[in-house]
C-alpha cells in the first residue's frame, strides 16, 4: 500500500509517499481501507518535532474514514464492510489502510461521506472536550469562538447551537463569516475589525461572554479577559507564542483561564466524547465542513495550508 513516511523532524519536506507492506490486524484490532484522511495542526507540530521525541520512521496522522477490512481475533463492536471514523491509529492514517484498536473506531452513518468523517476527531472532540468538560459550558450561555471558520471552530458553533448556547463566532474574511454564520452561529465578528470585541459585547447587552474557546492565546488571551461576564471562563486550545495579561481582570471577574489539549482526554471523556459525536453525527446536529480536498502525494501542501490560517473547514488527504 501506498503512505506517507517520516525519517527525521524537519519541515514538510520530510513527508514522503512510499510502498511499505499492509497491516495485519491482531487480537482486538482491525484494519480499515481508508477513502479520506484528515490533516490538523498537530500533525506539523509532531513532525517539526515540538512533541519530543518519535521512533523513526512512521506515518503521520490520527484522524480518517473509511471501511473495516479485516479484524483480529476477539473484536466484537465492528465487522468487514462497516463504515467508520477514526479517533486515533496504531499505524498512522497518512495512508491507504491503518491499523487501529478495536476502541479507535467508531460508526460512520450512511449520510455522513468518508470526507465528513475524516473532519471529525481531532476538531470535534477537541471542541467537546473544551466545551463541555473543561468549560463547563450550559445552555442559555453567551460563547464567543476565535477562529469559528476553521475546523475546530465549526465543530465548537455546530456543538453549541445543539446545546442550547448563544453562539457568537469570528472569522477574517466575508466568505468565512458566511460560513460560521450557515453553521449556527447567532452572530459573527470580523475579527480584523478595530474594537470587534467591544461589539460583541454590546450583543450580549453588555454583560460579557460567559465562555471564550481561544485558538490563538498569543495574540488574544490579554484582550479576553476584559470581554469576560462574570465568573467567565476562557480555554486556551491554540497558542503559538508567549503573550502578557493583567491579573487584575481575572480577579475583578472572579474568571477562570484553562488549557486544554486533546492528548490529556481521559478513558471516560473519550467514551462520552465519541458517544455523543456518533449521536450528533446520526442526527444531523454534526455537519463537518470540508474545505480542501488533495491527493495522499500533497501531503507536504497539506501542512503548509492547515497553517496559513484562513482556513474554511477542514483539509483532508484522499489516499
Same mark, same amino acid.
Given at each position: 500500500?501506498?503512505?506517507?513516511?517520516? =525519517?527525521?523532524?524537519?519541515?514538510?519536506?520530510?513527508?514522503?509517499?512510499?510502498?511499505?507492506? =499492509?497491516?495485519?490486524?491482531?487480537?482486538?484490532?482491525?484494519?480499515?481501507?481508508?477513502?479520506?484522511?484528515?490533516?490538523?495542526?498537530?500533525?506539523?507540530?509532531?513532525?517539526?518535532?515540538?512533541?519530543?521525541?518519535?521512533?523513526?520512521?512512521?506515518?503521520?496522522?490520527?484522524?480518517?474514514?473509511?471501511?473495516?477490512?479485516?479484524?483480529?481475533?476477539?473484536?466484537?463492536?465492528?465487522?468487514?464492510?462497516?463504515?467508520?471514523?477514526?479517533?486515533?491509529?496504531?499505524?498512522?492514517?497518512?495512508?491507504?489502510?491503518?491499523?487501529?484498536?478495536?476502541?479507535?473506531?467508531?460508526?460512520?452513518?450512511?449520510?455522513?461521506?468518508?470526507?465528513?468523517?475524516?473532519?471529525?476527531?481531532?476538531?470535534?472532540?477537541?471542541?467537546?472536550?473544551?466545551?463541555?468538560?473543561?468549560?463547563?459550558?450550559?445552555?442559555? !450561555?453567551?460563547?464567543?469562538? /476565535?477562529?469559528?471558520?476553521?475546523?475546530?471552530?465549526?465543530?465548537?458553533?455546530?456543538?453549541?447551537?445543539?446545546?442550547?448556547?448563544?453562539?457568537?463566532?469570528?472569522?477574517?474574511? =466575508?466568505?468565512?463569516?458566511?460560513?460560521?454564520?450557515?453553521?449556527?452561529?447567532?452572530?459573527?465578528?470580523?475579527? /480584523?475589525?478595530?474594537?470587534?470585541?467591544?461589539? $460583541?459585547?454590546?450583543?450580549?447587552?453588555?454583560?460579557?461572554?460567559?465562555?471564550?474557546? !481561544?485558538?490563538?492565546?498569543?495574540?488574544?488571551?490579554?484582550?479576553?479577559?476584559?470581554?469576560?461576564?462574570? !465568573?467567565?471562563?476562557?480555554?486556551?486550545? $491554540?497558542?503559538?507564542?508567549?503573550? !502578557?495579561?493583567?491579573?487584575?481582570?481575572?480577579?475583578?471577574?472572579?474568571?477562570?483561564?484553562?488549557?486544554?489539549t486533546l492528548m490529556n482526554v481521559t478513558e471516560r471523556e473519550y467514551f462520552g466524547i465519541h458517544t455523543a459525536l456518533a449521536a450528533g453525527l446520526e442526527n444531523r446536529t454534526l455537519r463537518p465542513v470540508?474545505?480542501?480536498?488533495?491527493?495522499?502525494?500533497?501531503?507536504?501542501?497539506?501542512?503548509?495550508?492547515?497553517?496559513?490560517?484562513?482556513?474554511?473547514?477542514?483539509?483532508?488527504?484522499?489516499?
Amino acid at each position: 500500500m501506498k503512505a506517507i513516511q517520516v =525519517d527525521q523532524f524537519g519541515g514538510p519536506e520530510v513527508l514522503q509517499l512510499r510502498d511499505v507492506p =499492509d497491516p495485519k490486524p491482531g487480537a482486538g484490532q482491525v484494519v480499515v481501507k481508508l477513502f479520506a484522511v484528515g490533516v490538523n495542526p498537530v500533525d506539523t507540530y509532531i513532525r517539526k518535532g515540538t512533541y519530543g521525541p518519535r521512533t523513526f520512521p512512521y506515518t503521520p496522522g490520527s484522524d480518517g474514514a473509511g471501511v473495516i477490512e479485516s479484524v483480529g481475533d476477539g473484536v466484537k463492536k465492528v465487522k468487514p464492510g462497516d463504515r467508520v471514523y477514526l479517533a486515533g491509529s496504531l499505524s498512522g492514517t497518512y495512508a491507504q489502510k491503518a491499523l487501529c484498536n478495536e476502541s479507535q473506531v467508531h460508526p460512520l452513518p450512511d449520510g455522513v461521506t468518508f470526507q465528513q468523517g475524516a473532519a471529525v476527531n481531532v476538531p470535534y472532540a477537541t471542541a467537546y472536550r473544551a466545551m463541555f468538560f473543561r468549560g463547563k459550558a450550559l445552555a442559555g !450561555e453567551t460563547m464567543l469562538v /476565535h477562529g469559528a471558520s476553521g475546523g475546530v471552530g465549526i465543530a465548537a458553533v455546530q456543538l453549541a447551537k445543539a446545546a442550547g448556547l448563544i453562539v457568537v463566532g469570528t472569522a477574517g474574511s =466575508d466568505r468565512g463569516r458566511a460560513l460560521v454564520l450557515e453553521q449556527g452561529a447567532h452572530y459573527v465578528l470580523d475579527h /480584523h475589525s478595530a474594537g470587534y470585541l467591544e461589539q $460583541g459585547v454590546a450583543m450580549t447587552g453588555g454583560r460579557g461572554f460567559d465562555l471564550i474557546l !481561544e485558538m490563538a492565546a498569543h495574540e488574544n488571551l490579554g484582550k479576553d479577559l476584559p470581554v469576560l461576564a462574570r !465568573e467567565g471562563r476562557v480555554v486556551v486550545i $491554540g497558542s503559538r507564542g508567549k503573550v !502578557e495579561i493583567d491579573p487584575r481582570q481575572t480577579m475583578m471577574r472572579d474568571a477562570n483561564i484553562m488549557g486544554m489539549t486533546l492528548m490529556n482526554v481521559t478513558e471516560r471523556e473519550y467514551f462520552g466524547i465519541h458517544t455523543a459525536l456518533a449521536a450528533g453525527l446520526e442526527n444531523r446536529t454534526l455537519r463537518p465542513v470540508v474545505g480542501k480536498e488533495l491527493p495522499l502525494a500533497d501531503a507536504p501542501a497539506a501542512h503548509e495550508a492547515v497553517m496559513s490560517g484562513g482556513a474554511h473547514g477542514k483539509i483532508v488527504l484522499i489516499p
